[in-house]
């Protein structure tokens, strides 16, 4: 079996740039904003019947993948509780524990980073600001009673943050699994 981190964390925190770094240590990535980007999407948030098509389709594949023995992250935002407890419970019946990585980033920083978006790619959907202080607003941060916890500083480099997230995956039992199609595991370069 493979293994998962969630990323976790409202627009513009520095998920996908973690996430995009973790994809180049071996990981694949899946990512929510990237598959309506690859689907002709460019306005967030999503038409309703797009957003279950492409959960679907993304859930489908992490199962697929997962029981290849590949090592996952879902680039998605997993802004509530009731989302990544549904993630965890999908993945349970595979004898899978998910690791959430919170990409923690104050509020004036994600706003900046919104502002600053132009649309160019799948990981650059523009934001009114209004949105992304909602998404900010309600975003429910993880505590540690959900599962095993990785906080990271959103305005750290990669490099620091993939240390401290090795530091704790390395620590969980069940979660580290050789991912066999990558030959990559935590802690390798």
Same mark, same amino acid.
């Given at each position: 079996? +493979?293994?998962?981190?969630?990323?976790?964390?409202?627009?513009?925190? +520095?998920?996908?740039?973690?996430?995009?770094?973790?994809?180049?240590?071996?990981?694949?990535?899946?990512?929510?904003?990237?598959?309506?980007?690859?689907? +002709?999407?460019?306005?967030?948030?999503? #038409?309703?019947?797009?957003?279950?098509?492409?959960?679907?389709?993304?859930?489908?594949?992490?199962?697929?993948? =997962?029981?290849?023995?590949?090592? =996952?992250?879902?680039?998605?935002?997993?802004?509530?509780?009731?989302?990544?407890?549904?993630?965890?419970?999908?993945?349970?019946?595979?004898?899978?524990?998910?690791?959430? %990585?919170?990409?923690?980033?104050?509020?004036?920083?994600?706003?900046?980073?919104?502002?600053?978006?132009?649309?160019?790619?799948?990981?650059?959907?523009?934001?009114?600001?209004?949105?992304?202080?909602?998404?900010?607003?309600?975003?429910?941060?993880?505590? #540690?009673?959900?599962?095993?916890? =990785?906080?990271?500083?959103?305005?750290?480099?990669?490099?620091?943050?993939?240390?401290? %997230?090795?530091?704790?995956? +390395?620590? =969980?039992?069940?979660?580290?699994?050789?991912?066999?199609?990558?030959?990559?595991?935590?802690?390798?370069?």
């Amino acid at each position: 079996m +493979g293994w998962v981190l969630l990323m976790c964390g409202p627009a513009g925190s +520095g998920k996908s740039t973690l996430a995009r770094a973790l994809e180049e240590r071996g990981l694949v990535r899946l990512s929510f904003d990237q598959t309506a980007w690859d689907r +002709g999407l460019r306005a967030m948030p999503l #038409p309703d019947q797009a957003h279950r098509e492409i959960e679907s389709h993304l859930r489908e594949r992490l199962l697929t993948l =997962v029981r290849s023995g590949d090592a =996952v992250v879902l680039d998605f935002s997993f802004w509530s509780r009731r989302m990544r407890a549904d993630y965890r419970a999908l993945l349970r019946p595979l004898g899978v524990e998910p690791v959430t %990585i919170h990409v923690a980033t104050d509020r004036a920083t994600v706003l900046q980073r919104v502002r600053g978006r132009v649309t160019g790619h799948g990981d650059d959907f523009r934001l009114s600001e209004h949105l992304a202080a909602s998404y900010f607003d309600h975003f429910e941060a993880p505590t #540690p009673d959900e599962g095993p916890l =990785v906080v990271t500083a959103g305005d750290h480099p990669p490099e620091r943050q993939l240390a401290a %997230i090795e530091e704790v995956i +390395g620590r =969980v039992p069940g979660s580290v699994r050789r991912a066999s199609a990558r030959g990559v595991a935590p802690g390798e370069p």
